[in-house]
């Protein structure tokens, strides 16, 4: 079965960084870009970032440009997501999704165009 396990959500003060982890299984990764989502209560799901499948092009929402960072591990089947210098407006649930690339041509900002999403891991930033 196609599993994305999202995890490293919690809580923490504005300023402080998370490390969120997205763990899949089921399908050949190589193959898969990555994205994070979020959404936060009573908010539309909010794209944040994506990383292609192997050459590491990643891409970031205005809102998270230069604090977060994307990265992933092919061999551990992974994908992370630094996050530092949080701010309240982060609190969301932050899911990871998988798309078959590649990049190139794939809108992936576009929760559409993804084949397989995870569960979700929640973060809550307080001020």
């Known amino acids: 079965d196609v599993q994305l396990q999202a995890s490293g959500g919690g809580l923490v003060q504005a300023g402080g960084s998370l490390r969120l982890s997205c763990a899949a299984s089921?399908?050949?990764?190589?193959?898969?870009?990555i994205g994070w989502f979020r959404q936060a209560p009573g908010k539309e799901r909010e794209w944040v970032s994506c990383?292609?499948?192997?050459?590491?092009?990643?891409y970031y929402a205005d809102s998270v440009k230069g604090r977060f960072t994307i990265a992933r591990d092919n061999a551990k089947s992974s994908v992370y997501l630094q996050m530092n210098s949080l701010k309240p407006e982060d609190t969301a649930v932050y899911y990871c999704?998988?798309?078959?690339?590649?990049?190139?041509?794939?809108?992936?900002?576009?929760?559409?165009?993804?084949?397989?999403w995870g569960q979700g891991t929640e973060v809550t930033v307080s001020s």
């Open positions: 990383i292609s499948s192997r050459d590491g092009r990643s």
């Open positions: 089921g399908f050949f990764f190589d193959d898969y870009v």
């Open positions: 999704a998988a798309d078959k690339g590649p990049l190139d041509g794939l809108d992936c900002w576009d929760p559409d165009e993804y084949d397989y």
